[in-house]
């Protein structure tokens, strides 16, 4: 479906937000179960929400987590499944960019696969980031972390 991102409308606070209809946009996108509450405790937590509108509906959606100065994280860019491929998720990552443009490093972590679309939106890998996940084995098997030996 082609679409017209001039349309949108673009929310950058919380305070209207339907918790249970950014969850359903995570789970129809697909990026997993995200509960409503949850939802609602990470983007009030993030320093720059950013919400996408089409005629009324939540089509996209993304965060991220900053300091003022040093370093941001973009986190949860999620896209419809019915407006993925329409530069929704590219309009995002820019607004998110633009909000942390004062920051000295802007990191995420990719999905396998989605490296190319962030690198053309000028995201380089890192040879020296780790992480400790909640679920390691599930990282691992997944492709999002690897093992190193001591």
Same mark, same amino acid.
Request: net charge negative.
């Given at each position: 479906?082609?679409?017209? #991102? ?11 937000? @339907?918790?249970?209809? +950014?969850? @359903?946009?995570?789970? !129809?996108?697909? +990026? ?6 949850? #939802?609602?405790?990470?983007?009030? &937590? ?7 509108? +089409?005629?009324?509906?939540? !089509? *996209? ?13 973009? /986190? @949860?860019? /999620? ?6 491929? &329409? ?19 802007? !990191?995420?972590?990719? &999905?396998? *696969? ?26 691992? /098997?997944?492709?999002? /972390? ?5």
């Amino acid at each position: 479906m082609q679409i017209d #991102l001039s349309q949108a409308r673009w929310v950058h606070d919380i305070d209207t937000v @339907d918790w249970q209809e +950014l969850s @359903d946009l995570y789970r !129809i996108a697909p +990026l997993g179960d995200k509960p409503p509450a949850r #939802l609602r405790t990470v983007f009030g &937590n993030s320093m720059f929400p950013c919400f996408v509108y +089409l005629g009324g509906h939540l !089509i *996209g959606a993304g965060r991220a987590i900053a300091d003022g100065l040093d370093c941001a994280y973009v /986190a @949860d860019v /999620a896209v419809h499944r019915d407006y993925q491929g &329409n530069g929704v998720g590219a309009a995002i990552i820019r607004k998110l960019l633009d909000v942390t443009s004062g920051h000295k490093k802007v !990191i995420l972590y990719a &999905n396998p *696969g989605t490296e190319g679309f962030y690198s053309a939106l000028g995201f380089l890998p890192m040879t020296t980031a780790m992480a400790v996940w909640a679920d390691p084995e599930r990282a691992v /098997a997944v492709g999002l /972390a690897r093992v190193v030996d001591p």
